[in-house]
């Protein structure tokens, strides 16, 4: 069965940084891309980062490049968040994603960005 855990969220104060990490199992992890999206309540789940399975390549939305980056360890099936100069429009539920298949979520862990 395929899952995913995320972890590290928490409360921050703009220009702060956090790293949030996603346990994944269940499916071989190397050969799929991963992704972390963000979700604020009454909002659609937006797609942040997404990272191939080699780790080779990453893409990321336009409000966060050059301020987060995404990284993987396959030896440990985990994918990362590395999070810096967070804003207050940062704040929201992470969540981690992959497609085998299906998609599928962690249950998200909560980041919020506030002075």
């Known amino acids: 069965q395929v899952q995913l855990v995320e972890s590290g969220g928490g409360l921050v104060q703009p220009g702060g940084s956090l790293r949030l990490s996603c346990a994944a199992s269940g499916f071989i992890f190397s050969s799929y891309p991963m992704s972390w999206y963000r979700q604020v309540p009454g909002k659609e789940r937006d797609l942040v980062a997404t990272i191939t399975g080699s780790g080779g390549i990453t893409t990321y939305a336009d409000s966060v490049l050059g301020r987060f980056t995404i990284s993987r360890d396959n030896a440990k099936n985990r994918v990362y968040l590395q999070m810096t100069s967070l804003e207050s429009e940062d704040t929201g539920v992470y969540y981690c994603?992959?497609?085998?298949?299906?998609?599928?979520w962690g249950r998200g862990t909560q980041v919020t960005v506030s002075s």
């Open positions: 994603n992959v497609r085998v298949g299906l998609h599928t």
